[in-house]
């Protein structure tokens, strides 16, 4: 997969957050070691390309823990896009936003990870959660006042299951076998409970790590029954009072984590199970 530059908006926050930090506290080898996760978020703030083509979203009657909403259709993404290869990180959020919302983010979720940036406690490689809907899309309107020449949004719900398929139509993207997902993803029978590290399981074939578990994933959708018939790059119903969430999460059981599984909840609520990635378009 192609490294790309970090999005300007983040980078323009490191200096800012350094320079406070510094002025708050003049303990050089905790400065250090904050540059240095700075340049470790910069150097995994990549974006995989997920090309165009036509998927079977949702799944088949025969498919184990399969729900009634999940109808089997025929779906095109019919231009490509890239998807950040993570869960956004709570340092990431942090250098746009200036808070740090997460439940998991003092020293005993993240050990030797965590830092403090005036006075604020982060687990900076943990993904941030406790956001809304709402609060992903605040976040996304500040990284597109960077102007980078990338428009940056939530993915649809089409995109995101897509995208964690990456070219398969098994129950989970790595198979059938619900006894693999250990190796995959951080869910009810190895979290500990709590969040961990993006990217500390194993990618699908796109690219892209945490699709399955970690945290739930806020997609752009409404919530509303499917298609029966063949789509091209729907976006979901016009209106609505609950906005979709994908992906499964650390408290979880296995079925949870199947990519045709979904979810919703009003765009206001806020859990310590939910966060978002990012897509982006030029």
Known sequence: MKKTK??????AGVGVACDAYGSANADTAKLAQLQQQLASVNASATFARIPAGTFQMG????ESGRYDNEVLHSVTISHGFEMEVTDVTQLQWFLVMGYNPSHFKSQQYCQS?????????????NPVEQVSWDDARAFIAKLNQGNDGYAYRLPTEAEWEYAARAGTQTAYYFGDDATQLDANAWYSNNSGSQTHAVGGKTANAFGLYDMAGNVWQWVQDYYGDYSNSRVTDPTGPSSGSLRVFRGGDWSRVALFCRPAFRLFAGAGVRFSILGFRLVRTQ
């Open 113 to 125: 990870d965590y830092i403090s940036m005036n006075g604020t406690d982060l687990c900076p490689n």
């Open 6 to 11: 970090v999005i300007a908006a983040l980078t």
């Open 59 to 62: 799944s088949p009657s025969s």
